[in-house]
């Protein structure tokens, strides 16, 4: 089954998220969030529906692939 969040007034396929990258502007303290999805397109957050996101993201325990261990943790879900 698949996994649907609402982001501000949009709704949102998590199932489909390939990688998350979070991050901030020079001089900025909104935080962004850029998300890649399976279909090849990307997708750009700010403010209130980044952390959002990223918040559900972070509580479900998915990992994603990093230069220091490049394998996914699904351990906590």
Wanted: no cysteine; hydrophobic share 45%; proline share 4%.
């Amino acid at each position: 089954m698949a996994d649907w969040i609402v982001v501000g007034d949009s709704v949102l396929n998590v199932d489909n998220i390939e990688f998350v990258e979070r991050y901030t502007l020079p001089n900025e303290v909104i935080p962004m969030l850029k998300i890649y999805m399976s279909s090849g397109k990307v997708i750009e957050l700010t403010n209130a529906k980044a952390v959002g996101l990223w918040n559900y993201l972070d509580s479900e325990r998915l990992k994603f692939l990093d230069l220091d261990n490049p394998t996914r943790d699904f351990s906590g879900t």
